[in-house]
């Protein structure tokens, strides 16, 4: 170290953290290309998600899903100039390094890929670029934030267009929040016993009443009303994934999705911006999808 | 520091344009000084403000919903009739007069007579911490965190330095009623910067 009046401290956690914080109130957007990725930023995205393959097509599609050709993560970073983030399989620490050394901003340790271990998360400290992870309950946003993660997403259901799963999995956060904040220390002990997470994190968590990083919500958000409906439920920001790309008109609706998220509260607006986008992406009740092919089941 | 009382004296709170970004950390901060401070994402509220912040963010957003919500007008009179504005990161990029590296038909508020380059340090990855000297905040270096940060690339000779890393690159200035930052005071703890802003405020 140098003197300390001119040194330049790079990945701190506050510094993968802060960049979360920036995106707040804001959509990042699901993109293969980077054609896409400048629609998404002609749109208003605050940051934009390169993956191989959007959740629809993933599960039309089936087969194993990876990590996005280094190319198209390149182009993608070429054509814009918001951040860009890259998906990972979970536990694939290589493909992890790989888009470390791409330079993107963000990595997504997804549940939408095929985990590539299905006992161990990667141990996200070890990295100089940030990650975001995705939780169904407090006690998975824990211990993904315990591994290293810098921002949590609820999972919701991705690739359906089916909001239900996105709203449970936001309340279930949320409330177990809430429940935690009310606890006396004796009560914390079991809570974190229980949400099988540190004390200390659980402690934090029960102080602040939410969490020590930024929450968005994701899976299943394909209209303005949704991403309203998270917002009001207290999500930082969200992701969309297939609800732009594979509806009708992706620019006019990316646009009007951004509009309703920082206009959450205000129904005019968010009507306003509901009108004439068009057909939106074809949906699938997650009910009717069998178990094992629920998405939001891999991770732990 | 008399930030509270000063503040209280003039009427009206302090707003935060929180059309996206981290509004809430400046509110807060603002709040924890004893200011009135509100988030401003429509015309209304912006007219009764005695003060503005621009916070962190992304610019090229901030700048499309400041147009489309009528709100961009507004703002740029607001702040030539000399309404006290502080730009935090992507706030500063908001109020300078020219963008380098911005988007495809990105615009500015403008007010403060620099050029400011948009994410010029590169990615994530190259975003940091660091101790920087701000004499006119006293003798204590400010923790200052830079994200995916902007720097001031020129200035006009009515523009003040108020602070240059190590290297010289200009990431703090001053003109007037105008203050712009490519670092983020909100997000450390120290408020100093807040109460020279609060200060600004109430001496208009």
């Known amino acids: 170290m140098s003197d300390k009046s001119t040194s330049e401290t790079p990945s701190t956690t506050r510094v993968k953290r802060g960049l979360a914080e920036m995106l707040k109130g804001g959509v990042i957007m699901d993109v293969v290309t980077a054609d896409q990725a400048k629609i998404a930023e002609d749109a208003g995205a605050v940051a934009v998600m390169a993956l191989e393959r959007v959740p629809a097509d993933i599960r039309s599609q089936g087969g194993v899903a990876r990590m996005s050709d280094p190319d198209l993560i390149d182009g993608i970073i070429a054509a814009v100039s918001i951040p860009v983030m890259a998906k990972a399989r979970i536990g694939h620490f290589v493909e992890a390094q790989i888009l470390q050394a791409l330079k993107v901003d963000y990595i997504d340790e997804s549940e939408v890929l095929s985990p590539a271990d299905y006992v161990n998360h990667i141990d996200k400290w070890k990295f100089d670029v940030p990650f975001v992870c995705g939780a169904t309950n407090l006690g998975e946003a824990l211990r993904r934030i315990t591994e290293g993660a810098a921002m949590i997403r609820s999972k919701g259901e991705a690739g359906t267009g089916d909001v239900s799963e996105a709203t449970k999995h936001i309340r279930t956060i949320k409330g177990e929040i809430a429940a935690l904040s009310s606890m006396s220390k004796d009560e914390l002990y079991v809570a974190a016993k229980e949400l099988q997470a540190p004390y200390e994190l659980v402690a934090e968590v029960a102080a602040a009443g939410k969490l020590p990083v930024v929450l968005f919500t994701a899976g299943g958000v394909a209209t303005p009303a949704d991403a309203a409906l998270m917002m009001q439920l207290g999500a930082d920001g969200v992701f969309v994934g297939s609800g732009i790309f594979k509806s009708g008109n992706p620019a006019q609706r990316a646009a009007a999705i951004v509009k309703a998220t920082t206009f959450f509260d205000d129904a005019a607006v968010i009507a306003e911006a509901s009108r004439g986008l068009g057909e939106a992406m074809v949906g699938i009740n997650v009910s009717d999808i069998a178990a094992p092919h629920r998405l939001s089941e891999r991770g732990w | ?204």
């Open chain 2, 1 to 204: 520091m008399a930030g509270s009382s000063l503040t209280e004296s003039s009427g009206a709170p302090v707003g935060v344009l929180a059309l996206q970004g981290d509004f809430r950390e400046h509110i807060a901060v603002l709040k924890s000084l004893g200011a009135d401070a509100v988030g401003v994402r429509r015309p209304a509220e912006l007219a009764a403000v005695s003060g503005l912040i621009i916070p962190g963010g992304e610019s090229s957003v901030m700048d499309k919903l400041s147009r489309l919500f009528d709100l961009a007008e507004p703002l740029k009179k607001a702040i030539a009739d000399g309404l006290p504005t502080w730009g935090t990161c992507a706030g500063l990029i908001m109020l300078a007069d020219t963008i380098l590296d911005g988007i495809e038909g990105q615009q500015s508020l403008g007010g403060l007579d620099i050029a400011v380059r948009r994410n010029a340090f590169g990615s994530q990855l190259d975003s940091f911490e660091t101790e920087l000297a701000i004499p006119v905040l006293g003798e204590t270096a400010v923790h200052a965190v830079f994200i995916r940060a902007p720097i001031v690339e020129t200035t006009s000779s009515t523009v003040t330095t108020l602070a240059a890393l190590s290297d010289g690159r200009v990431v703090a200035v001053e003109q007037d009623n105008l203050l712009g930052t490519s670092f983020h005071p909100e997000m450390t703890g120290d408020t100093r910067f807040h109460e020279y802003f609060l200060e600004k405020v109430a001496g208009r």
